[in-house]
């Protein structure tokens, strides 16, 4: 029987890591490489950063108008228009322009919920209102809600609409509506003090109805002028 006891240690030879991976890609791809590449998809997880970046508010940013995304304000939510323009949200500050401002500084807004105007409001000329799924504009009887040089669409989904209550005024002049379900839905029945409206130069495309008078038209206060359906 041998003695192992006194024998020589056996020589091992430990190669790095990195070329210890060779083994499993021979003649294919240098193993530092092979390393590289795996630390690189570990990183990027959890960090789609690019992606991120290409959306705003939840809307893809191929929809936007504006080059600058960081210029549209989020309003996720049912609030009234005196809700944004103070600081009566949940942001505790204005996301909105108050009338005054609003009527002369166009504002890019995406809205997903519906804004009730409890008070007059005017969105000024190069406003972009984007609207997401089932979201809407309702003004409140007695308020008047102006849009001049505005344009206000969906993107990947239809929106409601704009319904303008009983005893409210909408003033449209040269805005362009897109994709709504009804774009302007008016209350006109007789038996209640009926909706306005004073449309010029406005162009409504691709909506499923353009201007829906809901009830009779006696009585109410309408004037539509080259309107042009696309």
Request: net charge neutral; with cysteine.
């Amino acid at each position: 029987m041998k003695n192992y006891r006194n024998a020589p240690n056996p020589t091992v030879v430990r190669k790095p890591m990195i070329d210890g991976l060779s083994q499993f890609f021979p003649d294919v791809i240098p193993a530092k490489w092979i390393v590289i590449s795996i630390i690189t998809f570990f990183v990027g997880i959890g960090q789609p950063t690019e992606i991120l970046s290409q959306i705003t508010c939840g809307v893809d940013n191929a929809c936007l108008t504006n080059t600058a995304p960081a210029n549209y304000k989020c309003i996720n939510g049912n609030f009234t228009i005196e809700q944004l323009y103070t600081s009566n949200n949940p942001t505790g500050q204005p996301i909105l322009l108050d009338p005054m401002a609003a009527a002369s500084t166009a504002q890019y807004v995406i809205i997903n919920g519906v804004i009730t105007f409890n008070q007059s409001y005017t969105f000024a000329s190069g406003s972009e209102i984007i609207f997401d799924h089932l979201s809407e504009f309702a003004v409140e009887a007695g308020n008047t809600l102006a849009l001049s040089g505005s344009y206000l669409h969906g993107c990947d989904y239809s929106w409601k609409g704009i319904t303008v209550k009983y005893g409210a005024t909408i003033r449209l002049n040269g805005n362009t509506i897109k994709d709504a379900d009804v774009a302007i839905r008016m209350k006109v029945d007789n038996t209640a003090t009926p909706s306005g409206i004073s449309a010029t130069n406005n162009t409504f495309s691709k909506n499923y109805t353009g201007i829906y008078m809901e009830g009779l038209l006696a009585g109410a206060p309408k004037t539509i002028n080259r309107l042009v359906l696309a």
